[in-house]
Every structure is written in C-alpha cells, then in structure tokens.
C-alpha cells in the first residue's frame, strides 16, 4: 500500500482508511459521524475500553501490532491511518 | 481553581455518587472490631471488601511482633536502603521470602504498587519490549509509564494474541518481557499460565507474574498460581504484596535470574523512597512465616468463597467467570449497581463498587473480597441481602412470584406482603450482623 494523500477526500477511498471505520463501527456510537478529522477520543462516543477494544480488531485485521505510545499519539481518525502506514514501512 | 478544570469529569462523578448515598472512594470506618466487622457511621458492618484474605490483620503473634519492633528499632527508617541503609529486619525478610519462593534473591519494596513499578519499570528499558495483558493492574499500567520499554498489550488471557504479537516481534533485538496477574483483581479470574508459559518458552520471552491476590490463597503451601499449577520453575520474575494475606503492608520482586541484586541500584521506586519501619518488617515476617502452614485457613478461604459464589448465582446474579476469593457482580446500569452497593452498606455490609474504566468490558461492578476469617453465616447473611436488594431493584429474578401470587390473593394486599417480607428479613439481618 503506498502512503495516503492528506486530502480528506482521497482518504475515504484508502484501503487503510477504510478497514479503520469497518473495525470502528461496531464500538462507535451508532450516530457517529466517521469522518477522517473526527476525534477518536471525543468525537464517537467511545471510552477508553471501547477504544482498545477497536485497537485489538484493527490489528487483527492487519495483522499488525500498534504499540502503546503510538496511539497516545494519535487524535484523529487521519492520524491513525498515517501511523498505520508508519508501522507497515517499519515492520 | 483553573488547574482542578481537568478533573471536572471525575468531579461530577464523585458528586453524583455522594448526590444517591455514601461516597466509595470516602468511607471513613468509626472502628475496626476485627478481620471481618467495623463500625461504619455507627453501625456493625460486615467487611467483604478488604483483600483480608487469611483474616491476619488481628493475629496476636504478627501483633506482639510489630509492637516489640517498634520499641527496640523506633518508628521509621527515615529513608531509603540506598541512602541510610537496610536494617537486620529488611535482610532476613528478603531471605525469608526467597524461601519462601524457593527463589535465589529478594527485593523488598515499601508497596506492593511499587513491586510493580519498580520490578517492570525497571526490568525492561529502552529498547525492549513490555507486552501486558489488558487488563491489567494500574500499578504494571504506571510502570510501563516509567520504563522506556515499547508497550504492547495483548488481549485478557489470550495467550494467540500474545504469541501474535511475539511473532511480529521476532527480528527485533531487544528484551521482551511478558506480564500477567495470578488472579485479576476486578473479576477473580486466573491467568492461563501454561499456555502462557508455552508461548513464553516458543519466542524466548521472559515472564513476570504479579501474584498479589494469590499468596496464601492458591498452592499446597501459599506461594500462589504457580504453586498451584506446577510450573514455578518456567518463572522469570514473581511479584507481589503484604497488603493482603499477609495483612500489612510492602511489596517485593522474588526470582532465581542470576544477577537480581543490581536491580536494587536501578530501581527508582526501591532507590528513592523510605524502607518499611521495622514494625511492618516483623508483622510481615511473623505473618508470611504463617502462611505456608495456613492449610485450615485456606480450606476455609475457598469453602467461605464457593459458599458465596454459588449463593449469588443461584440468586440469578451475572458473576466473574470462576470461584475465586474475588466475587463480582457483573452490572451494566450504573444507577442500580450504585443503589445495590449503597443498600448492602445500609444494610451492614461492605463491598467494592468498581467502575469504568477500572473495570474490564466497561462492566460496574459488586465486588466482594472473602476471607478465611469470615463465618458461614456472616457470607449466607451477605448473599440474603444481595438477593433481597437485588430482587427490589430488578436486577434478579424473584424466585417466588408464583408463591407469592398465591399467598397475595390469599391473605392480603401486595403492599402488606412486601412489607412484612422486608421487615423479618430485617430483623434477621440486624439479629445476625450483631451475633
């Protein structure tokens, strides 16, 4: 997979991005409104269970391991599917 | 003040629990009568929440020997070992603990939390690798926070998740070091430890276990799950505390990897905090030096426990997955699991109310710790009013509807019947709590 345009409208056709809502909807407020700018932490009605709860599910998904710090860094849903394309190139 | 705005969240919680009731996190005990009752706002309660598992808080021997150790050592060490030195106390508990494990080298700590910060943050630096289980303690959450070790969790319990991760960790230099708990405090449940320990040996990990809440409680002589499931020799590193079998207070790391003392001089939380005053030293040794013969003690710890576990079940509560001296009430409304807890203690018994995100699955729960001290009847008085306060606020079933549909269109109006219901019951229990 190459590195994703910041364009947010590119982003919702990137493979990456778009397994990221798949795993999100089942812990995502059903009214959520995913977007690449909503903000994980405040934006989607998820706590902190429920968003190690979709950790778990996206890493399964890509077979792929994101570490703690990695999403402390995270905010938005852009910024995790940019660090998922970091992890992949330094795996 | 601007810099309390960030605890607003929290604020409110506490404000809102206070607004129905008592306050979880504020109880304040007017008398502590025993292992197992206190007085609580002038009232005899039950204690089925204070990890006492052994019931040795009040035994005369540990007593004797704080009291002899505080008139011939003082009150404090007034500083860390590193600093003012370890006294003769500090080196033959570290020896009797080793012992005790049949481990080379001990370390004590001045908690059991920094046991935890100290060992992990500490065993893995920079470099390496922490992988935790999700649910783990905060005390192995914060020591992540000090290592500068990459963290990674795995799934509760779930030893393919953790080999998955392993796996993917296979060409990396560095440390990797696994950390589990014997028993998980919020649920009681166990950690699958030979698969752990299979996956452990297949990626050349080494593995730490917290065994807080099993010392004393788990194994033919106390040591805890390892004991118990035969595999005490696939351990790297064991960690754990005073503060509940044995009644006290203080941590410790025990293990048999050569070269554990340099730990001591690069373990911030053993380096630059006070060392336990002599006092504690000799309640914790005369109490661990119990607890290997405390056979009867841990009969009675799993009879009171099963008796607790089946009673609320059969009430038709939604509990942890296993019988463990750790019995929770799975609850998913948090007004009514406020309003059970609140009622229990009203009633004469002390729980844990435990909330999310402290809580796995975001689950509130009931949590009950037993002890070896507790009666028979002191548990079957414990599961009656859970069931009679559960009943009352919808969270079980009632058992006798037909019957007392019956007895409701025979003798008198369902006011009346529930009324008089609640009034023996009280009775009963207030007879009961006082005995």
């Given at each position: 997979?190459?590195?994703?345009?910041?364009?947010?409208?590119?982003?919702?056709?990137d493979?990456?991005?778009?397994?990221?809502?798949?795993?999100l909807?089942?812990?995502?407020?059903?009214?959520?409104?995913i977007?690449?700018?909503?903000?994980?932490?405040?934006?989607?009605?998820?706590?902190s269970?429920?968003?190690?709860?979709?950790?778990f599910?996206?890493?399964?998904?890509?077979?792929?391991?994101?570490?703690?710090?990695?999403?402390?860094?995270?905010?938005?849903?852009?910024?995790l599917?940019?660090?998922?394309?970091?992890?992949?190139?330094?795996? | 003040?601007?810099?309390?705005?960030?605890?607003k969240?929290?604020?409110d919680?506490?404000?809102?629990?206070?607004?129905?009731?008592?306050?979880?996190?504020?109880?304040q005990?007017?008398?502590?009568?025993?292992p197992?009752?206190?007085?609580?706002?002038g009232?005899?309660?039950?204690?089925?929440?204070?990890?006492?598992?052994?019931?040795?808080?009040f035994?005369e021997?540990?007593?004797?020997?704080?009291v002899?150790?505080?008139?011939?050592?003082?009150?404090?060490?007034?500083?860390?070992?590193?600093?003012?030195?370890?006294?003769?106390?500090?080196?033959?508990?570290?020896?009797e603990?080793?012992?005790?494990?049949g481990m080379?080298?001990?370390?004590?700590?001045?908690?059991?939390?920094?046991?935890?910060?100290?060992?992990?943050?500490t065993?893995?630096?920079?470099?390496d690798?922490?992988?935790?289980?999700?649910?783990?303690?905060?005390?192995?959450?914060?020591?992540?926070?000090?290592?500068?070790a990459?963290?990674?969790?795995?799934?509760?319990?779930?030893?393919i998740?953790l080999?998955k991760?392993l796996?993917r960790?296979?060409?990396?230099?560095?440390?990797?070091?696994?950390?589990i708990e014997?028993?998980?405090?919020?649920?009681?449940?166990?950690s699958?430890?030979?698969?752990?320990?299979?996956v452990?040996?297949?990626?050349?990990?080494?593995?730490?276990?917290?065994?807080?809440?099993?010392l004393?409680v788990?194994?033919?002589?106390?040591?805890?799950?390892c004991?118990?499931a035969?595999?005490?020799?696939?351990?790297?590193?064991?960690?754990?505390?005073?503060?509940?079998s044995?009644g006290?207070?203080?941590?410790?790391?025990?293990?048999?990897?050569?070269?554990?003392?340099?730990?001591?001089?690069?373990?911030?939380?053993?380096?630059?905090?006070?060392?336990?005053p002599?006092?504690?030293v000799?309640?914790?040794?005369?109490?661990?030096?119990?607890?290997?013969?405390?056979?009867?003690?841990?009969?009675?710890?799993?009879?009171?426990?099963?008796?607790?576990?089946?009673?609320?079940?059969?009430?038709g509560f939604?509990?942890?997955?296993?019988v463990s001296?750790?019995?929770a009430?799975?609850?998913?409304?948090?007004?009514?699991?406020?309003?059970?807890?609140?009622?229990?203690l009203?009633?004469?018994?002390?729980?844990?109310?435990?909330?999310?995100?402290?809580?796995?699955?975001?689950?509130?729960?009931?949590r009950?710790?037993?002890s070896?001290?507790?009666t028979?009847?002191?548990?079957?008085?414990?599961?009656?009013?859970?069931?009679k306060i559960?009943?009352e606020?919808?969270?079980?079933?009632?058992?006798?509807?037909?019957?007392?549909?019956?007895?409701?269109?025979?003798?008198?109006?369902?006011?009346k019947?529930?009324?008089?219901?609640?009034k023996?019951?009280?009775?009963?229990?207030?007879?009961?709590?006082?005995?």
């Amino acid at each position: 997979m190459s590195e994703p345009s910041v364009s947010s409208s590119e982003l919702l056709n990137d493979p990456v991005y778009i397994e990221v809502v798949k795993q999100l909807r089942p812990h995502a407020a059903k009214d959520a409104n995913i977007s690449p700018q909503a903000i994980i932490l405040s934006d989607l009605g998820m706590d902190s269970l429920a968003i190690m709860d979709f950790v778990f599910d996206l890493e399964d998904a890509l077979d792929l391991t994101i570490p703690e710090h990695r999403i402390a860094e995270v905010k938005s849903i852009a910024d995790l599917v940019a660090a998922v394309y970091l992890l992949q190139k330094e795996a | 003040m601007a810099i309390f705005d960030k605890f607003k969240s929290l604020s409110d919680v506490h404000d809102q629990l206070k607004s129905v009731g008592q306050s979880p996190s504020s109880l304040q005990f007017d008398e502590i009568i025993s292992p197992t009752e206190a007085v609580l706002n002038g009232r005899r309660t039950i204690l089925l929440g204070t990890n006492n598992y052994l019931g040795l808080t009040f035994d005369e021997a540990s007593i004797e020997k704080g009291v002899e150790a505080l008139r011939e050592q003082g009150t404090g060490t007034t500083g860390s070992r590193i600093a003012n030195g370890s006294y003769d106390g500090h080196k033959a508990l570290e020896k009797e603990l080793a012992e005790f494990y049949g481990m080379h080298d001990a370390i004590l700590y001045s908690t059991g939390y920094m046991a935890n910060l100290g060992a992990i943050g500490t065993l893995a630096g920079r470099g390496d690798y922490l992988l935790i289980d999700a649910d783990s303690h905060a005390s192995i959450h914060d020591a992540c926070k000090l290592s500068d070790a990459e963290v990674i969790r795995f799934r509760h319990n779930d030893s393919i998740n953790l080999a998955k991760k392993l796996e993917r960790l296979a060409d990396k230099p560095g440390e990797k070091l696994i950390v589990i708990e014997s028993i998980y405090s919020m649920l009681g449940d166990t950690s699958p430890l030979k698969e752990m320990i299979a996956v452990k040996k297949k990626y050349g990990a080494s593995l730490l276990i917290d065994e807080a809440h099993s010392l004393g409680v788990m194994g033919a002589t106390g040591r805890g799950l390892c004991e118990q499931a035969g595999v005490e020799k696939d351990i790297d590193f064991v960690t754990g505390t005073f503060s509940k079998s044995v009644g006290t207070i203080g941590g410790f790391l025990v293990s048999n990897v050569p070269g554990l003392d340099i730990v001591r001089l690069a373990s911030r939380p053993y380096m630059f905090t006070a060392s336990l005053p002599p006092s504690v030293v000799a309640t914790a040794r005369q109490a661990l030096s119990r607890v290997a013969g405390a056979t009867l003690e841990r009969t009675r710890l799993w009879d009171n426990a099963t008796q607790l576990y089946a009673g609320l079940k059969n009430a038709g509560f939604d509990l942890g997955p296993q019988v463990s001296p750790i019995v929770a009430i799975r609850l998913q409304d948090p007004g009514k699991a406020v309003a059970l807890w609140n009622g229990l203690l009203e009633a004469g018994i002390y729980t844990n109310l435990a909330l999310p995100p402290a809580t796995p699955s975001g689950w509130f729960l009931l949590r009950s710790s037993i002890s070896a001290a507790h009666t028979s009847q002191q548990i079957a008085l414990a599961v009656e009013l859970c069931a009679k306060i559960g009943r009352e606020l919808g969270l079980i079933p009632c058992p006798a509807t037909l019957g007392a549909s019956v007895e409701m269109m025979n003798v008198a109006s369902p006011r009346k019947v529930a009324k008089q219901k609640t009034k023996k019951v009280s009775d009963e229990d207030e007879a009961a709590v006082q005995a």
